[in-house]
């Protein structure tokens, strides 16, 4: 309880730290004058109470305030990025868990696993929502694209994380399994892939974040207008007149990649005992 | 001869995906503009080649820069930290939060402060991409050297310099290196998704977008080719370099 209280009054004080240090900056900056590395006024860095004031105003005449609008937003690009993330943390084990068990299908397919993800996606999303689109039924439409596009992003760190874990186990453990004769069945859930839940894990806590940024890369050359995304693009218009509301738009979406990654961190802790810190 | 077998596999999936994916497209008679022949993108790489590479080369540079500067500081900001330890364990928590943070939500910012024509905006964007796994990872690598082997040095009398640098930086490149690869592939997609809210008109990312606003989808895929070779090759010299200053590492053959 008292180690929570302290990290907690650590997180705190960090983030009162965060805030002096940019009213300092912002202050120092403005008044020198200097320009380097970027011009500071109140359009380029706007102060704290001018973004968290934006919240409650209406970012637009007659509409609710725009911390309302946000939430909303939010919820839809959290619904994208969580669907992107449970088929793509499926996908990614499955791969694993096949690939695991054939050395040639590991030389066929895993140099283009490493090189499907050097695909620049904002690129492709507009393309892929052409496909994929029609082909949703009518629930689906529209977000389900941008589902793709985070699952596509997901999919890897877990395939990748989890293929290194079911080959961690222990070898003496493989060789005492295979001399009961032990089925590739049994060993694969007995001891495979209970050794390859902390690397599992720490994909997951990656893939959580990388699930949040397809969704909303997903959402910008789509045109949706309903998430993050398209906020951000929207904003980003308007952005020399109010700069408040971007930034006020980019701290949720901070908010919702940390959730995610906070999410991912709590179920890790209820079902590993102790994952090794140091699996990249 | 042996490393050729190795490649077999993979060569061997190429040509099906290739061959296939030429042989559905002529017998489903699908439409330029939901996916273009591999070969029709081919030819369009190949007769566009004096605007694509020029312009890949741009972008490339852009990343190269975010990917020098940002991984710079990260090793930077991860030596100091990792100086400190009563400061590593309180600001870690906060690393790893900022890791979580969607990076790319903040682009347009970035375009907002530099200027968003400039190449500077999207070093600005690659930069704070490659900063954060490097310096988290690298702290991770300082911290990883074993007590009995700093125990061992300072029995000996060894300076915290002569530690660090025969323990604690041997260490610590592994991991190190592991960041800097995904560092590799971040720098070139924040370059391109920098570009996307406004970048030169000769920039790779603009020629993409622009090819495929205008249904020019075979200019669209010749230019993601072209962005793609050039992460393969960031990340391959990525991989080239680790090969030549982790020799003692047994096996870092990962992702």
Request: proline share 6%; with cysteine; aromatic share 12%.
């Amino acid at each position: 309880m008292l180690a929570h209280l302290r990290r907690a009054g650590i997180v705190a004080l960090a983030v009162v730290v965060l805030v002096g240090l940019w009213e300092l900056y912002h202050w120092i900056w403005a008044t020198a004058g200097w320009t380097w590395p970027f011009a500071v006024n109140d359009t380029s860095m706007p102060h704290v109470w001018t973004i968290f004031k934006a919240f409650g105003q209406p970012a637009q005449v007659n509409q609710p305030s725009l911390i309302n609008v946000l939430l909303h937003k939010t919820a839809f690009t959290a619904k994208e990025a969580a669907v992107g993330f449970a088929v793509g943390a499926v996908i990614g084990f499955v791969l694993a868990v096949v690939l695991v068990h054939s050395r040639l299908l590991q030389r066929g397919f895993l140099p283009y696993i490493v090189v499907s993800q050097t695909v620049p996606i904002l690129a492709i999303a507009p393309m892929v929502v052409v496909w994929v689109n029609p082909k949703l039924p009518a629930p689906l439409q529209g977000w389900g694209a941008v589902a793709v596009i985070a699952t596509y992003l997901t999919f890897f760190p877990v395939t990748i994380n989890t293929l290194r874990g079911l080959q961690a186990a222990d070898q003496r453990a493989l060789e005492l399994m295979r001399t009961y004769a032990a089925s590739r069945w049994s060993v694969l859930w007995k001891l495979r892939v209970p050794s390859s839940l902390p690397y599992l894990f720490s994909a997951l806590r990656l893939s959580a974040t990388v699930s949040v940024v397809g969704a909303i890369i997903g959402e910008l050359p789509t045109g949706l207008q309903n998430g993050l995304g398209g906020a951000i693009f929207n904003f980003n218009e308007y952005y020399s007149i109010e700069p408040q509301e971007l930034w006020a738009t980019d701290v949720i979406a901070a908010f919702l990649g940390i959730a995610f990654f906070v999410l991912v961190v709590m179920a890790e802790k209820a079902l590993v005992r102790r994952a090794p810190e140091n699996v990249a | 001869m042996k490393r050729i077998v190795e490649w077999l596999p993979a060569l061997a999936v190429f040509v099906l995906v290739v061959g296939l994916w030429e042989g559905l497209v002529r017998a489903l008679h699908v439409q330029q503009f939901l996916l273009p022949k591999p070969s029709t993108i081919v030819s369009v790489f190949w007769s566009d080649r004096h605007t694509l590479w020029p312009a890949g080369w741009y972008t490339f540079k852009e990343a190269l820069g975010g990917f020098a500067i940002g991984s710079g500081l990260g090793i930077l900001a991860a030596t100091i930290v990792g100086r400190f330890r009563t400061l590593g364990t309180a600001l870690m928590p906060i690393f790893i939060a900022a890791n979580a943070v969607p990076i790319i939500a903040f682009a347009p910012i970035f375009g907002a402060w530099f200027n968003p024509i400039s190449p500077r905006s999207k070093m600005a964007v690659a930069g704070v991409l490659c900063f954060l796994p490097v310096m988290v990872n690298t702290l991770r690598g300082l911290n990883s050297a074993k007590p009995r082997q700093i125990e061992l040095m300072r029995s000996y009398a060894a300076s915290e310099l002569e530690i660090w640098r025969r323990v604690r930086v041997p260490t610590a490149l592994p991991f190190l290196f592991t960041a800097l690869k995904v560092a590799s592939v971040l720098a070139m997609i924040g370059a391109i998704v920098g570009e996307y809210f406004g970048g030169s008109l000769n920039a790779l990312g603009v020629l993409i977008n622009n090819a495929a606003d205008v249904f020019q989808f075979p200019l669209a895929w010749a230019g993601i080719l072209v962005a793609s070779l050039l992460g393969i090759a960031l990340y391959g010299a990525v991989v080239a370099a680790e090969r030549v200053v982790v020799r003692w590492a047994p096996d870092t053959r990962d992702a």
